[in-house]
T-cell receptor, first 113, second 110 residues
Framework: TAGITQAPTSQILAAGRSMTLRCTQD?????MYWYRQDLGLGLRLIHY???????GKGEVPDGYSVSRANTDDFPLTLASAVPSQTSVYFC????????????FGEGSRLTVL | RKEVEQDPGPFNVPEGATVAFNCTYS??????FFWYRQDCRKEPKLLMS???SGNEDGRFTAQLNRASQYISLLIRDSKLSDSATYLC???????????FGAGTQVVVTP
């Protein structure tokens, strides 16, 4: 069972370069999310999408953009990476409203130098 | 002040012992509460929801105290495989707003 697939698993990126983290789900979930996880800070929501065609800003959206052209894909783009964007990025999806069950991908570890 | 706060630990627990830890939340209008488990360098996974009346799932017991705005997790008869970071998650009043705590690390030792 694939669930949520993220790519790449890890990446080293030069500051100023752009990067797209890919996220694909096969569960037909409406809602999808991008989080970043940093030591001592927990998971912080970057952007979310409640359904295909709509997106919203989370807690830390600056420097990131997303799109939701279809139900399955929710890519996260860093237009011009900065070292403070070094983090582990998790994509997640949720199938029903008013539940707390998120299904996470395995994460993408990004290092910006 | 963080919306969800947890003692980072680590809680070092002998195998077979009981360990308990809390999580406090700041928004009194929070609707629902969850515990997630995260193994080292892995993705978080839902462990259990936390209901107002308290609930149990095998060796795990979760409690909610709305008056004092905290939830708790108790692990009985700890196993080596329980070693992980436990994330407290709180849903605010609006859809899409799940707040994650930074996690409590539990290390079960032989």
């Amino acid at each position: 069972t694939a669930g949520i697939t993220q790519a790449p698993t890890s990446q080293i990126l030069a500051a100023g370069r752009s990067m797209t983290l890919r996220c694909t789900q096969d569960m037909r979930h409406n809602a999808m999310y991008w989080y970043r996880q940093d030591l001592g800070l927990g998971l912080r929501l970057i952007h979310y999408s409640n359904t295909a065609g709509t997106t919203g800003k989370g807690e830390v959206p600056d420097g990131y953009s997303v799109s939701r052209a279809n139900t399955d894909d929710f890519p996260l783009t860093l237009a011009s990476a900065v070292p403070s964007q070094t983090s582990v990025y998790f994509c997640a999806s949720s199938g029903a409203e008013n539940t707390g069950e998120l299904f996470f991908g395995e994460g993408s570890r990004l290092t910006v130098l | 002040r963080k919306e969800v706060e947890q003692d980072p630990g680590p809680f070092n627990v002998p195998e077979g012992a009981t360990v308990a830890f809390n999580c406090t939340y700041s928004n009194s209008a929070s609707q629902s509460f969850f515990w997630y488990r995260q193994d080292c360098r892995k993705e978080p996974k839902l462990l259990m929801s936390v209901y107002s009346s308290g609930n149990e799932d095998g060796r795990f017991t979760a409690q909610l105290n709305r008056a004092s705005q905290y939830i708790s997790l108790l692990i009985r008869d700890s196993k080596l495989s329980d070693s992980a970071t436990y994330l407290c998650v709180v849903r605010g009043p609006s859809w899409g707003k799940l707040q994650f705590g930074a996690g409590t690390q539990v290390v079960v030792t032989p």
